[in-house]
């Protein structure tokens, strides 16, 4: 069966740091992968998404950037956290357009 | 404007009681996908149910149907016999078509539920 794992589960940083988070899926390939924020109390909003490796799309302009250097790995990155960062971070999964999506348990990022 | 509308912040039921959280969509595909999730305190995202726009039968999954009224671009969650255990956040989702490739979701401001006993 399918896993997503999504690390670290907390992390509090402070301003101007940089940022790596890490989501890894098993058991498939080539799925697409998605970062999302939900903010305190917020539905989530949809930050980049990856069909394939290397490709990588951006939903809405801001201080992060995303990566995928193989299949199953997808990374969200920042090189100076910004106070506005902080929020629940989720990385999810799907095996197509229009199809369920799969979230990992998300990572909790507070900016001091 | 809202793509996905939840109109009900908050909602008390009654332990055993049916439940339905209501959800309202816009968009001018004619191939979308429509989701349901729950979110319990501790956070993670559960996938509930899916229906899609070409689907002629409403989706159920266990406990859950989805009341898909095309039409009236509605799509209510219903859960049946409700429990303790269903206390949570619940959010609707959509995926579209119109990007041509792996669009992601776009959710409600979700529903607070609370069953009580």
């Known amino acids: 069966s399918q896993t997503i794992h999504q690390w670290p589960a907390t992390l509090v940083q402070p301003v101007g740091s940089p940022l790596s988070l890490e989501c890894t899926v098993e058991g498939t390939s080539n799925p697409n992968l998605y970062w999302y924020r939900q903010a305190a109390g917020r539905g989530l909003q949809l930050l980049f998404y990856s069909v394939g490796i290397g490709q990588i799309s951006s939903e809405v302009p801001q201080n992060l950037s995303a990566s995928r250097p193989q299949d199953r790995q997808f990374i969200l990155s920042s090189k100076k956290l910004l106070l506005s960062d902080s929020g629940f971070y989720l990385c999810?999964?799907?095996?197509?357009?229009?199809?369920?999506?799969?979230f990992g348990d998300g990572t909790r990022l507070s900016i001091l | 404007a809202q793509k996905i509308t939840q109109t009900q912040p908050g909602m008390f039921v009654q332990e055993k009681e049916a439940v339905t959280l209501d959800c309202t969509y816009d968009?001018?595909?004619?191939?979308?996908?429509l989701f349901w999730y729950k979110q319990p305190s501790s956070g993670e995202m559960i996938f509930l149910i899916y229906q899609g726009s070409y689907d002629e039968q409403n989706a159920t999954e266990g406990r859950y149907s989805l009341n898909f009224q095309k039409a009236r671009k509605s799509a209510n969650l219903v859960i049946s016999a409700s429990q303790l255990g269903d206390s949570a956040m619940y959010f609707c989702a959509m995926s579209e078509n119109s990007g041509g490739g792996a669009d992601g979701l776009t959710f409600g401001k979700g529903t607070h539920l609370i069953i009580q006993p």
């Open positions: 968009t001018s595909d004619q191939s979308y996908g």
């Open positions: 999810a999964w799907s095996s197509g357009s229009n199809q369920p999506q799969h």
